[in-house]
């Protein structure tokens, strides 16, 4: 497997992740104020996204000023 094969790979299960970690926040939302640790849980796999997506992104326009 291939750096970025693992990379798009990686970025695929954080969204899951991610989406239940938003989720997470919502269902303990009824129950009174919301622990800090569930508040900021998406921040963690957002950030990875957010690497992982700009590398996904940016890497074919790279590739390209290589070969020119
Ligand atoms: C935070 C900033 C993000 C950036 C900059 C970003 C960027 C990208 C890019 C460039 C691709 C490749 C598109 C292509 O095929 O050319 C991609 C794929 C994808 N992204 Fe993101 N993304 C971000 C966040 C997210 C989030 C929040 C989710 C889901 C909760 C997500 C889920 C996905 C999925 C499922 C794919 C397809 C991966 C695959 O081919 O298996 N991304 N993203």
Sequence with gaps: MTLHHWIRQTHRWLGIFLTLTVLA?????PFGPTPPAITYAPLAPLALLLASGLYMFFRPYL????RS
Excluded: S
């Excluded at 590739?63 to 290589?66: C, D, G, N």
């Design 25 to 29: 926040n919502f269902a303990a939302m």
């Design 63 to 66: 590739r390209k000023a290589e």
